[in-house]
């Protein structure tokens, strides 16, 4: 399901809650990678929140109410941000 996904499926619920390992997150950023013809445009998505104590990088199980529950690569950039990139 992941391989489907576009900036656009992420831009559509943008400053709407999910969830990493049941802790409350909010999609802050999608934004999209300039790329080479053909081929999946890349892009990235960050989340704001989670626990006081950043979670480490690894892949995590991304909830959301309507998309489901997602595998997803997650890398802290901040204290309380978590960025994610689609290739």
Do not use: K, N, W
């Not at 999209?32 to 890349?42: D, F, K, S």
């Not at 929140?49 to 690894?58: F, H, I």
């Amino acid at each position: 399901m992941l391989e489907d996904m576009t900036a656009e499926t992420f831009i559509a619920h943008l400053h709407e809650q999910f969830h990493v390992d049941s802790h409350p997150v909010e999609l802050i950023e999608v934004t999209e990678i300039p790329r080479e013809p053909g081929g999946r445009a890349p892009f990235s998505i960050v989340f704001q929140g989670g626990p006081s104590r950043p979670l480490p990088q690894r892949i995590y199980t991304v909830e959301h109410a309507e998309l489901g529950a997602l595998e997803i690569f997650l890398v802290p950039i901040a204290a309380d941000r978590y960025e994610a990139v689609f290739t």
